[in-house]
């Protein structure tokens, strides 16, 4: 119960000002009448001065939404370096430092600095989510202030203003209308309704605001008609200000891959501490002096941390999310991308998302005929058929019988209608409607039937209107034709039917016995087990009942004037689902992604849609109810948490009328279960459960500023299909980065194996941190960004989603990066070794840094890593296939990745510059001919590995499964 507290002030002898205050519950607004409403709020018909409205601005402030204090750029940039990986690297950098490594201590500082700044250039948009919201909000309202309009800032709309409604403006502040004239109001972004709805001044037998047909809220804007109303909500106190106070209150967590990434640097600092504490205790043993021995443990903490892994990550998931773009799904923040091939529910809204929106007469029953209109939404093309049993709805109709049979419906549908058609233009490539979308589809019918209204319009003028209301569910205009006066109506089939006496039938107005009046709502009960909405038409000649004047119309009852009516005939419309919604919905079954949709409008609405985009196969209504796979309007609110976790446990629910508030809750109760859960929406009310889900999906096309700046992710093309293809894209991310982080890694053992043997034996130190930094930093970084653009690999959306147990640095995955990173170091030191034993080395000789030799001798183990890891790339492509089987085709970005390293080596090896700098030297020919005959040992190895079925312990393949290599089969890439 929301209960507003105000003071009252009483101008008593024109210099004072006395206070008082009052309470209300604003649930009984809607049932007032006009005077007790300006009684309540101290306002009058007048509105209220400006000093009273001076007084009530510093009582209440301004009419202005809090926002979140926003974080300065500053900090969002700072806040880049708080993850765990990137506290991973500053520490390595320190280490490094102290261990007298300056020169590797700048490059992973630098590197962190890069990372940070691909991450902030990424993400700081989700800080603009405040000023989304004030965008909603109008600048400028036109009040009425001691009986004159004036135009005012919004923010100075205050308690008591008296409100001017105009066609196409936007509301200031939650009002109750005292005054209307046909005053339609779209409410979508509040409500989720997704049809302008009606408002009238009179008093409502109603508690719910957000419902009540003589309220409306700051955010929404007018449809149609005018009106004027008493303000009574400003600010937080508002409807769209409750949402933005959800929004703010929901905290963002943290993704699963992020959650991977930070098990992964967890995994990988415990990793590279023992091992350095391990080895600078033996150091220590062997006689090296404590603080040498201090120094080299860092040294092999410093080899162990993969200083090119998230600099890889962010790059990587960079390129992903602009070749996402390409199909039309726009990534905010980089791990979504990920999160979206993870989802295992999808919460979605009905209008504009599973279905386009957009109104469409489909179907017309006249003459006691049906007829068929081809086309959809509102573009203004489509021909008439008609549909019987012998024909099919294959013959068209004529011009001769478009004009018999139609253009009298036509003309009652359209004479009333404010709405525009609007054709497309350079900035927007559809069709649109100003006004009422109902109106507008039966402009766009109109169209295909060649009826011209402006000309029609001005030959029969409007001289009434009667607009619409719910109590009597329909509205009329009253038209001057040859010189007399007919009242056309449109509204509820059943009402009118109930309120007319004849019926117009080939040209003749029959009486209505009671089997035309059971075949005209058996049709209307047709039409709605379609998913149609049905209005119906008539018309009354006032001439005729002799009360065909002005002055006689004025003196009717509107009762006694809507009745004695003509029935001409009925349409049913259609919201039509998106062409591509049915399949998409399959794509998501198949996958093991439930869907669930929420939605605003009613019921049988909801569920007709459901039905036609395979959402159910349920076929009755209420067997739906009874399964409790439909959940009615208020269904929701009677339900305890256990009773909604049991309902969501289903397979795919519909709940309808919910508010943003129930969508919230959803969420909530969903990712409780342990669910992954992606939420999609465009309306300011979507923007809390946008927020506190998994992944957020924003439509960008028909979204609010609000619902795209609270998401994750964008639809450009507001098509469900492109949900199903960034999962399909996302699915392969996380599989991706298990490659390249595998890469990564294989390397981190030929850099560690050389400080081993250095500490061990008498032997040099063939590796140096400097060319360590140039493999991490340098010969591997874009290798393994390549490897994070592999396309999906088959039938990825023929499985589940990954379990969110599942680890991106299982035991398995460290057991084959070590098993690769022996392999390559075959390929590295023993040509090393061999250079050194050339050149004349003896076992136990120390070399000094600056002799050839060693130059040579350390220069090959470095190409040697940079050979081995050429070769592991092809490897790791795939955790089943075999090189044999994989090749190089199907990314055609690894030739590129060759032609990176032959350039590193020539840059490092062969540069006069590079030697003198890195203190490297070109290998002997012998060298390069030992590295590339060792180095297929690492396919070997690699292809050991997946027929010994460690890639079944990688993926988690059941036995029985055959081997891919004896059954010549690739399916298990799918893993």
Not at 277 to 295: Q, T
Not at 576 to 597: D, F, L, T, W
Request: aromatic letters at 8%.
């Amino acid at each position: 119960m929301a209960i507003f507290f105000f003071h009252i002030y009483n101008d008593t002898d024109g210099s004072t000002m006395q206070s008082h205050r009052i309470e209300f519950e604003s649930e009984k607004l809607p049932s007032l009448s006009d005077k007790e409403v300006f009684e309540l709020l101290k306002t009058s018909p007048n509105g209220i001065s400006n000093e009273e409205a001076r007084i009530r601005l510093e009582t209440y402030g301004k009419n202005q939404i809090k926002t979140k204090q926003r974080s300065r750029r500053i900090k969002q940039f700072l806040y880049q370096f708080t993850n765990l990986f990137a506290v991973l690297l500053i520490v390595a950098s320190i280490l490094a430092y102290i261990g007298q490594l300056p020169e590797l201590a700048f490059a992973i500082a630098m590197i962190v600095l890069v990372n940070g700044m691909i991450g902030f250039s990424q993400e700081y948009v989700a800080s603009r989510i405040a000023e989304a919201l004030e965008s909603r909000v109008p600048t400028y309202a036109r009040v009425i202030r001691s009986g004159l309009e004036i135009k005012i800032p919004s923010e100075e709309v205050t308690i008591g203003d008296m409100l001017l409604l105009e066609s196409g403006e936007r509301i200031s502040a939650d009002a109750r209308i005292v005054e209307s004239y046909n005053l339609y109001v779209n409410n979508e972004a509040i409500t989720g309704e997704s049809l302008p709805q009606p408002r009238d001044f009179r008093p409502a037998k109603t508690t719910m605001l957000t419902h009540s047909p003589n309220i409306v809220f700051l955010g929404t804007n007018v449809a149609s008609g005018f009106g004027k109303a008493v303000v009574y909500a400003i600010g937080e106190e508002t409807q769209f200000g409750k949402v933005a106070r959800i929004t703010r209150e929901v905290e963002t967590a943290k993704s699963p891959l992020e959650k991977e990434i930070n098990h992964a640097a967890r995994l990988i600092a415990i990793i590279a501490i023992t091992i350095g504490l391990i080895f600078a205790v033996l150091a220590f043993g062997i006689g090296i002096g404590f603080a040498s021995a201090i120094l080299f443990g860092i040294g092999i903490v410093v080899a162990l941390v993969p200083e090119g892994l998230p600099a890889t990550l962010s790059v990587s998931l960079s390129a992903i999310s602009r070749g996402l773009v390409k199909r039309n799904v726009l990534i905010k923040k980089l791990s979504a991308a990920e999160t979206l091939g993870s989802t295992t529910v999808i919460c979605t809204d009905k209008t504009g998302t599973l279905t386009k929106g957009e109104m469409t007469v489909t179907d017309i029953w006249v003459n006691r005929k049906e007829i068929k209109v081809s086309g959809v939404g509102f573009i203004p093309e489509g021909e008439y058929f008609w549909c019987d049993n012998s024909e099919e709805c294959k013959r068209r109709l004529s011009k001769e019988e478009l004009e018999k049979n139609v253009y009298l419906l036509l003309e009652i549908g359209t004479l009333a209608s404010t709405a525009v058609l609007v054709a497309p233009k350079d900035e927007n490539k559809r069709w649109t409607v100003i006004g009422s979308p109902t109106e507008g589809a039966l402009l766009t019918a109109a169209q295909k039937a060649k009826f011209n209204v402006s000309e029609v319009a001005k030959k029969k003028p409007r001289r009434e209107i009667f607009p619409f209301d719910r109590t009597r569910k329909m509205m009329s205009t009253v038209h001057e034709v040859d010189g007399n006066l007919v009242l056309y109506v449109k509204g509820a089939p059943d009402v009118l039917l109930s309120r007319s006496r004849w019926l117009f039938l080939d040209g003749k107005e029959i009486p209505l016995d009671e089997d035309l009046r059971n075949e005209i709502m058996d049709t209307t009960n047709s039409f709605a087990e379609r998913a149609l909405r049905t209005l119906g038409f008539a018309y009354r000649r006032l001439g005729s009942s002799g009360t065909g004047s002005s002055r006689n119309l004025e003196s009717m009852r509107l009762e006694d004037l809507e009745n004695e009516l003509v029935f001409v005939g009925i349409v049913g419309l259609l919201d039509p689902p998106r062409e591509e919604a049915r399949y998409s919905i399959e794509q998501a079954k198949r996958a093991g992604i439930r869907v669930i949709m929420i939605t605003g409008d009613f019921s049988r609405t909801a569920y007709a849609i459901a039905r036609k985009i395979g959402l159910t196969e349920c076929s009755e209504y209420e067997k739906m109810l009874s399964r409790r796979e439909l959940i009615p309007d208020g269904q929701l609110d009677k339900m305890n948490r256990k009773e909604l976790g049991e309902v969501l446990k289903g397979s795919n629910i519909i709940f309808s009328r919910a508010s943003p508030y129930h969508k919230l809750r959803i969420v909530n109760e969903l990712r409780a279960q342990g669910e992954i859960v992606a939420v999609t929406g465009d309306g300011v009310n979507d923007a809390p459960a946008l927020r506190s889900a998994d992944v957020g999906i924003a439509m960008g096309i028909a979204g609010t500023d609000v619902a795209r700046e609270a998401s994750d992710v964008i639809l450009l093309d507001d098509n469900f299909a492109s949900i199903i293809s960034g999962v399909e894209q996302g699915r392969a991310v996380f599989r991706n980065i298990r490659k390249f982080t595998s890469y990564i890694i294989s390397s981190n053992w030929p850099e560690l194996i050389p400080f081993i043997l250095y500490i061990l034996f008498p032997v040099p130190l063939l590796l140096p941190i400097i060319l360590v930094l140039l493999v991490d930093l340098g010969a591997d970084v874009f290798p393994a960004i390549v490897l994070g653009l592999e396309p999906p690999e088959k039938r990825f959306m023929e499985m589940p989603p990954r379990p969110l147990n599942e680890r991106l640095l299982k035991p398995t995955i460290l057991l084959r990066t070590f098993i690769q990173g022996m392999a390559i170091t075959i390929v590295s030191l023993v040509p090393a070794f061999f250079v050194l034993y050339q050149g004349g080395w003896v076992f136990g000789e120390e070399l000094a840094v600056d002799s050839m030799l060693y130059k040579q001798a350390s220069t090959t183990a470095y190409v040697g890593i940079i050979v081995g890891q050429a070769f592991n790339l092809l490897a790791l492509r795939s955790s089943t296939s075999t090189v044999y089987e994989k090749g190089i085709s199907g990314n055609p970005l690894i030739p590129y990745a060759f032609i990176w390293y032959i350039g590193v080596v020539i840059i490092v090896v062969f540069l006069p510059i590079s030697q003198s700098v890195l203190n490297t030297a070109v290998p002997p020919i012998s060298a390069w001919l030992g590295m590339f005959a060792l180095a297929p040992i690492v396919w070997i190895t690699d292809t050991s590995w997946k027929l010994l079925g460690g890639a079944r312990a990688e993926i988690g393949v059941p036995k029985g499964i055959p081997s891919p290599i004896k059954t010549n089969a690739n399916w298990l890439d799918d893993y």
